[in-house]
């Protein structure tokens, strides 16, 4: 409607601009059209996080629409806080760095910095409806059940063009969404070698976070940045809203653009801390935070490794070990899988590197091997390997096997040490309980 007022405005001032000025109708016009432009180009990005308050930043940002997610419901959300809150930090980052933008601040969290995931899926929805072209989420769960709830949305988004920027978790634990595919994961550079706005690219990192950047911990001195992975989050969304707003719209050229401005010949250094609190009923609510609460079932012991074995061939051709792997986590158990071959594309499936040339000592493959179950904290894992022979070169304690094999019409065998006994695919259920009374 506004638009249709000011071009009425500008054709009634169009005669008194020309007799004074002799500037033609056609010139007016395409004065006219190119303000729509500048305002239609405006990339549309919102930062889902604890609510921005302006007064507190109005500094750095000076225009915001700001929502929350109230009992399940998006709604209209006006602050008079003062309070510098987590999602004011990183938009305070985001407008240093970003151009030609509409920023919008969607409030999922209480005043104690925690949300239940539903809350979470809920604003997602409320993107994929509201023509959101870029998110900002410096907040996520590493709680494993989490990536089911969140992928459809996530993939829905992705679909639609929605650029995804999401923060790993600080203490370097798989983290949801950043580690799923189509979205861009971002992590701080822990080790001070990356100057500020510096940033390294790696497409083929194991655990989906493909931006490593430098910390804002020396900059914003007034805001009291700390050496997090929320707060790179911000400034990598505003070189992609930069991006955006060149014309470079779609997720692969926007991985490309990334991947031309990186660091080279950086390499990352994880860091890994131990979980967080525990929480006692994990089928109850999970509430996620800026820092990341991790709630794995068995977390606290041990991990069950059960190695399969049998051809690549067999062993894919065969759907038994993705469909235990599945009950498992179904049952609340967080199951993954460590090859050295590509099988599965899941989220759960890690692949080490299967070229043993590439593998200089034992010691790194096992640490590899490490790495992964102290990022994935997980209740039981899948050891397939086809190029290893993981007890005997990698002195890797297994405490079951399962056995795959066509000539038997691809029943799996379970051997422990006092029984071999076979199962067929419709008895996978029965194996589960098999497996979880011997050894619970």
């Not at 599945?326 to 590509?342: H, L, M, P, S, Y």
């Not at 099988?343 to 593998?359: A, P």
Request: hydrophobic share 40%.
């Amino acid at each position: 409607m506004w638009n249709i007022v000011y071009l009425i405005n500008y054709v009634l001032t169009f005669f008194y601009l020309d007799k004074m000025l002799s500037i033609d109708f056609f010139t007016i016009f395409s004065i006219y059209i190119k303000g729509m432009n500048i305002n239609m180009n405006k990339t549309k990005v919102i930062i889902i996080d604890d609510g921005i308050n302006l007064t507190s930043i109005s500094k750095y940002v000076k225009k915001v629409d700001t929502y929350e997610v109230k009992e399940k419901k998006v709604i209209k959300y006006n602050s008079e806080e003062t309070l510098i809150t987590h999602g004011s930090k990183c938009a305070a980052i985001f407008t240093s760095y970003a151009k030609q933008f509409e920023l919008i601040s969607l409030k999922v969290m209480d005043n104690k910095a925690k949300t239940n995931i539903n809350y979470l899926i809920i604003a997602l929805e409320w993107c994929l409806n509201n023509d959101i072209k870029l998110i900002s989420l410096s907040i996520g769960s590493s709680f494993f059940l989490d990536y089911d709830k969140l992928k459809p949305i996530v993939d829905k988004l992705i679909k639609k063009g929605v650029i995804i920027v999401a923060a790993n978790n600080n203490n370097n634990k798989l983290t949801y969404p950043a580690a799923i595919s189509g979205v861009i994961g971002v992590r701080c550079d822990n080790s001070n070698k990356l100057k500020c706005k510096e940033y390294s690219y790696n497409k083929d990192d194991m655990f989906g976070i493909e931006v490593t950047a430098a910390s804002f911990s020396e900059e914003f001195k007034d805001l009291n940045i700390k050496n997090h992975n929320s707060y790179i989050t911000p400034y990598i969304a505003a070189l992609v809203c930069n991006y955006i707003g060149e014309g470079i719209d779609k997720l692969e050229e926007i991985h490309k653009e990334l991947q031309k401005g990186s660091k080279k010949d950086y390499i990352y250094t994880f860091s890994i801390q131990k979980p967080m609190k525990i929480l006692d009923d994990f089928k109850n609510d999970i509430y996620i935070s800026n820092e990341f609460s991790i709630c794995n079932k068995y977390s606290d012991i041990e991990p069950l490794n059960i190695s399969v074995t049998g051809s690549v061939d067999d062993i894919i051709n065969n759907e038994f070990v993705i469909q235990l792997v599945e009950i498992f986590r179904k049952e609340g158990f967080n199951a993954i899988v460590i090859t050295d071959c590509k099988l599965y594309n899941e989220i759960y499936c890690f692949t080490l590197d299967n070229n043993k040339n590439n593998c200089e000592t034992n010691e790194n493959f096992v640490g590899k091997y490490k790495l992964i179950q102290e990022v994935t904290n997980p209740d039981i894992v899948f050891l397939i390997f086809n190029n290893y022979n993981i007890t005997s070169s990698f002195n890797i304690q297994i405490d079951c096997f399962l056995k795959i094999n066509k000539e038997t019409n691809y029943k799996i065998q379970l051997q422990t040490t006092e029984s071999k006994v076979n199962y067929k695919l419709e008895d996978v259920k029965e194996l589960y309980n098999k497996i979880l009374k011997e050894y619970s």
